[in-house]
């Protein structure tokens, strides 16, 4: 076992002068290997992070939401619904809610407008994103106005920022008060936009939905975990449609590991002949090349990871955003969680390391097998 | 739509290039059968004896490929499991449809065939007549087939794959009422299934020290931990799985591998893989020992291989008796 590993130890020994020895030629070889496992990276790395952001922010919302259909359109839900539910069983609770958009002309962007919910807010004042902060230059104790269905205007002040941790959902959100929301938009007491029910145990979650639907006809009940399994795959399928286009630079990459692990230069020829000359054998140097391999796979993963988790998190993915979030007027600034785990970097290791490696194993035979005189000539 | 998934793309990739490899290997192993002959020092021989290099490293590639792409198939069914209705833990996935199992039961094949080939190499050409060479390319045209069946079933599996389809989790699948093999094996009398699991370990690591002692009948330790390998796996199913969960109808041998059971399922699962590996290749490499090339090899390998699969069986059956041992779930008045 120990002559083992010190035969391997010298061959790294020797793999790596060699590899310093042809400086300009690793290295270039380096910097695509580097620049490919990059990229695939980032994709990776930036998918997984959003999914993961989520399905946490998806953790709080309520298992059922609630809405009422009127032609195959969305529509206000009546409170007596509430009372129509009456008591299921399994559900802990339900109220109504009410939120909408609201156009605002000065920054072409829209609002999400919602209602504080438990804690009451003010009827003048609001609480609004960071994101509509930034966009119309705003603070604590300022004033903005919002015109309402029926032409007239209302001004609130701002009694508080949303914290910005939350700003990936929250950036574009004003909260206001129930009683200002029905006044704003011109809806009567006694409607909701619509319901929301929470369930305790997630296994009762479809049977209450079953019911639901059977109790109120006109109504669909939206499953929290529909979403997060629409977002999972939703995610996955858009990181895969990346992966298919980069697959392009992948074949590229084989391509350039295969003409530089076969186009040896004259000197390495020699090289290789004078290493069976003095009593290497095919296995020995195939070993070796092996090594070479490994020393630069490692090395290029390691960087081009490290790099693509650098662009990720602190460079906020700027490549590849508008592809895998979308975009809009008021985009949330936000840093993602980092985010990694083993199938990732699996994942990311058949897609890089695993091209090289099948790529040069014919042409490293082809050199190992050469005859050391045949060479030397 | 679920081929664009990196993961499943990534497993599609591998098992064709591991196909690809193989099929490229098995020309070559049908050139060797017909027309090997060491004695010869013809051009066509001393080709051959030089592609021998070219085909090992690609097999040996090949079937480390085949491990890690186990490995990624049982993380992939893990971590798609949101995406179906039903699916709480890899069991749900791999029960989407028909393909799921025998996949991964495929995967698992390939991966020991594998090592014993590898292992077959080695010694083979450690000899420097290459006595074996005949048998391991007779060997490598039998998995030939497991190989491009696994890449067939897997791409049916995944292909196959409708989100629509309420699939069940591990708690139906594997509960005593409902029909099917993991019911059956669910079901089995965990105070007998136990009782056979501690025979098969004493069996097995007895058998395992005596061949490294003896340094012969590597046979018998093979074939004891294929029946072992089996048992053990059964009984993670029917009783083992029981007490780490600590709950008495939980049988899932995925969920054990979740950070909420302190990833006991990675010590259980990696030793037993390893030994029943090393196990297999003891039995494939010591009848060999007549070949008088071959003799010194096999004299040192045999009990140095029987020894590492000892110690992976022992610390195997010690850390599932040590889960039982320290679980808070008593069967004692309900099973005995």
Same mark, same amino acid.
């Given at each position: 076992?120990?002559?083992?590993?010190?035969?391997?130890?010298?061959?790294?020994?020797?793999?790596?002068?060699?590899?310093?020895?042809?400086?300009?030629?690793?290295?270039?070889?380096?910097?695509?290997?580097?620049?490919?496992?990059?990229?695939?990276?980032?994709?990776?790395?930036?998918?997984?992070?959003?999914?993961?952001?989520?399905?946490?922010?998806?953790?709080?919302?309520?298992?059922?939401?609630?809405?009422?259909?009127?032609?195959? #359109?969305? $529509?206000?839900?009546?409170?007596?619904?509430?009372?129509?539910?009456?008591?299921?069983?399994?559900?802990?609770?339900?109220?109504?809610?009410?939120?909408?958009?609201?156009?605002?002309?000065?920054?072409?962007?829209?609002?999400?407008?919602?209602?504080?919910?438990?804690?009451?807010?003010?009827?003048?004042?609001?609480?609004?994103?960071?994101?509509?902060?930034?966009?119309?230059?705003?603070?604590?104790?300022?004033?903005? +106005?919002?015109?309402?269905?029926?032409?007239?205007?209302?001004?609130?002040?701002?009694?508080?920022?949303?914290?910005?941790?939350?700003?990936?959902?929250?950036?574009?959100?004003?909260?206001?008060?129930?009683?200002?929301? #029905?006044?704003?938009?011109?809806?009567?007491?006694?409607?909701?936009?619509?319901?929301?029910?929470?369930?305790?145990?997630?296994?009762?979650?479809?049977?209450?939905?079953?019911?639901?639907?059977?109790?109120?006809?006109?109504?669909?009940?939206?499953?929290?975990?529909?979403?997060?399994?629409?977002?999972?795959?939703?995610?996955?399928?858009?990181?895969?449609?990346?992966?298919?286009?980069?697959?392009?630079?992948?074949?590229?990459?084989?391509?350039?590991?295969?003409?530089?692990?076969?186009?040896?230069?004259?000197?390495?020829? #020699?090289?290789?002949?004078?290493?069976?000359?003095?009593?290497?054998?095919?296995?020995?140097?195939?070993?070796?090349?092996?090594?070479?391999?490994?020393?630069?796979?490692? +090395?290029?993963?390691?960087?081009?990871?490290?790099? $693509?988790?650098?662009?990720?998190?602190?460079?906020?993915?700027?490549?590849?955003?508008?592809?895998?979030?979308?975009?809009?007027?008021?985009?949330?600034?936000?840093?993602? +969680?980092?985010?990694?785990?083993?199938?990732?970097?699996?994942?990311?290791?058949?897609?890089?390391?695993?091209?090289?490696?099948?790529?040069?194993?014919?042409?490293?035979?082809?050199?190992?097998?050469?005859?050391?005189?045949?060479?030397?000539? | 739509?679920?081929?664009?998934?990196?993961?499943?793309?990534?497993?599609?990739?591998?098992?064709?290039?591991?196909?690809?490899?193989?099929?490229?290997?098995?020309?070559?192993?049908?050139?060797?059968?017909?027309?090997?002959?060491?004695?010869?020092?013809?051009?066509? %021989?001393?080709?051959?004896?030089?592609?021998?290099?070219?085909?090992?490293?690609?097999?040996?590639?090949?079937?480390?490929? %085949?491990?890690?792409?186990?490995?990624?198939?049982?993380?992939?069914?893990?971590?798609?499991?949101? %995406?179906?209705?039903?699916?709480?833990?890899?069991?749900?996935?791999?029960?989407?449809?028909?393909?799921?199992?025998?996949?991964?039961?495929?995967?698992?094949?390939?991966?020991?065939?594998?090592?014993?080939?590898?292992?077959?190499?080695?010694?083979?050409? %450690?000899?420097?007549?290459?006595?074996?060479?005949?048998?391991?390319?007779?060997?490598?045209?039998?998995?030939?087939?497991?190989?491009?069946?696994?890449?067939?079933?897997?791409?049916?599996?995944?292909?196959?794959? =409708?989100?629509?389809?309420?699939?069940?989790?591990?708690?139906?699948?594997?509960?005593?009422?409902?029909?099917?093999?993991?019911?059956? !094996?669910?079901?089995?009398?965990?105070?007998?299934?136990?009782?056979?699991?501690?025979?098969?370990?004493?069996?097995?690591?007895?058998?395992?020290?005596?061949?490294?002692?003896?340094?012969?009948?590597?046979?018998?330790?093979?074939?004891?931990?294929? !029946?072992?390998?089996?048992?053990?796996?059964?009984?993670?199913?029917?009783?083992?799985?029981?007490?780490?969960?600590?709950?008495?109808?939980?049988?899932?041998?995925?969920?054990?591998?979740?950070?909420?059971? =302190?990833?006991?399922?990675? !010590?259980?699962?990696?030793?037993?893989?390893?030994?029943?590996?090393?196990?297999?290749?003891?039995?494939?490499?010591?009848?060999?020992?007549?070949?008088?090339?071959?003799?010194?090899? !096999?004299?040192?390998?045999?009990?140095?291989?029987?020894?590492?699969?000892?110690?992976?069986?022992?610390?195997?059956?010690?850390?599932?008796?040590?889960?039982?041992?320290?679980?808070?779930?008593?069967?004692?008045?309900?099973?005995?």
């Amino acid at each position: 076992m120990l002559y083992f590993l010190r035969k391997q130890k010298y061959l790294i020994d020797y793999t790596l002068s060699s590899l310093l020895r042809r400086k300009a030629k690793s290295l270039g070889l380096l910097a695509v290997y580097s620049m490919i496992v990059f990229m695939l990276a980032s994709v990776t790395l930036f998918s997984h992070a959003l999914r993961n952001e989520a399905g946490l922010m998806l953790q709080a919302s309520p298992e059922i939401i609630l809405q009422r259909m009127e032609a195959g #359109r969305h $529509a206000m839900i009546p409170t007596d619904y509430l009372q129509r539910i009456g008591q299921l069983r399994g559900v802990k609770q339900k109220e109504g809610r009410l939120w909408g958009y609201y156009y605002d002309p000065a920054v072409k962007a829209n609002y999400t407008i919602m209602t504080g919910g438990q804690s009451e807010t003010p009827l003048t004042s609001i609480i609004i994103g960071t994101g509509i902060a930034r966009a119309r230059g705003l603070d604590v104790g300022d004033y903005l +106005t919002l015109r309402s269905q029926n032409g007239e205007a209302f001004s609130f002040q701002i009694s508080a920022l949303l914290d910005d941790k939350s700003e990936l959902v929250s950036a574009d959100l004003l909260l206001m008060s129930p009683k200002a929301f #029905r006044r704003v938009f011109n809806i009567p007491e006694g409607l909701y936009t619509d319901l929301v029910l929470s369930v305790r145990n997630p296994r009762e979650v479809i049977t209450v939905a079953e019911k639901l639907t059977q109790l109120l006809p006109d109504t669909r009940p939206i499953l929290r975990d529909e979403v997060l399994r629409t977002y999972d795959s939703v995610f996955s399928w858009r990181q895969g449609i990346l992966f298919v286009l980069l697959t392009g630079s992948i074949l590229a990459f084989v391509i350039f590991a295969w003409d530089k692990a076969s186009g040896l230069s004259a000197e390495e020829r #020699r090289e290789i002949g004078i290493l069976k000359a003095v009593g290497w054998e095919t296995a020995d140097v195939m070993r070796m090349k092996f090594w070479e391999g490994m020393i630069i796979s490692l +090395t290029a993963f390691l960087i081009g990871y490290l790099a $693509a988790y650098a662009h990720v998190f602190f460079a906020s993915a700027s490549l590849f955003e508008p592809v895998l979030k979308g975009w809009a007027v008021l985009y949330p600034q936000f840093r993602l +969680t980092p985010f990694v785990d083993g199938l990732q970097l699996a994942t990311l290791f058949f897609f890089s390391v695993l091209p090289y490696i099948v790529a040069t194993i014919i042409p490293i035979w082809r050199t190992s097998i050469a005859d050391p005189d045949a060479v030397m000539r | 739509m679920m081929l664009l998934n990196p993961a499943i793309m990534a497993l599609v990739m591998v098992s064709a290039v591991v196909c690809l490899m193989m099929l490229l290997a098995s020309g070559f192993a049908v050139r060797v059968l017909l027309r090997w002959d060491i004695n010869s020092g013809s051009e066509r %021989q001393l080709r051959l004896e030089r592609r021998t290099y070219l085909i090992s490293t690609l097999l040996i590639w090949a079937f480390s490929f %085949q491990l890690m792409s186990l490995m990624l198939f049982i993380y992939n069914a893990e971590s798609m499991s949101g %995406q179906f209705v039903g699916a709480m833990c890899a069991t749900g996935v791999l029960n989407v449809n028909a393909w799921g199992w025998p996949t991964l039961f495929l995967k698992m094949g390939v991966f020991f065939s594998g090592t014993v080939w590898i292992a077959l190499n080695y010694l083979d050409n %450690q000899g420097y007549d290459y006595p074996l060479i005949r048998y391991k390319y007779l060997l490598l045209l039998a998995v030939l087939p497991l190989a491009v069946t696994e890449f067939i079933l897997q791409l049916l599996y995944f292909t196959n794959m =409708d989100p629509d389809v309420i699939t069940s989790c591990c708690g139906t699948l594997f509960s005593s009422q409902s029909e099917g093999v993991a019911a059956e !094996i669910s079901g089995l009398p965990p105070s007998s299934m136990s009782l056979g699991f501690a025979f098969t370990g004493v069996m097995v690591i007895s058998s395992g020290v005596w061949v490294a002692l003896r340094g012969r009948n590597g046979w018998l330790f093979a074939l004891l931990s294929g !029946i072992a390998f089996i048992v053990a796996l059964m009984s993670i199913v029917s009783f083992i799985s029981l007490y780490i969960y600590e709950h008495p109808h939980h049988h899932c041998p995925f969920c054990i591998l979740k950070s909420g059971h =302190d990833y006991v399922g990675y !010590i259980l699962y990696v030793p037993l893989f390893i030994a029943t590996a090393l196990a297999l290749s003891v039995g494939a490499v010591s009848p060999w020992r007549g070949i008088s090339s071959l003799t010194p090899t !096999i004299e040192s390998i045999v009990p140095r291989l029987s020894w590492i699969a000892v110690l992976f069986f022992a610390l195997f059956y010690l850390v599932a008796t040590w889960s039982v041992w320290t679980s808070h779930l008593t069967m004692m008045e309900v099973w005995w």
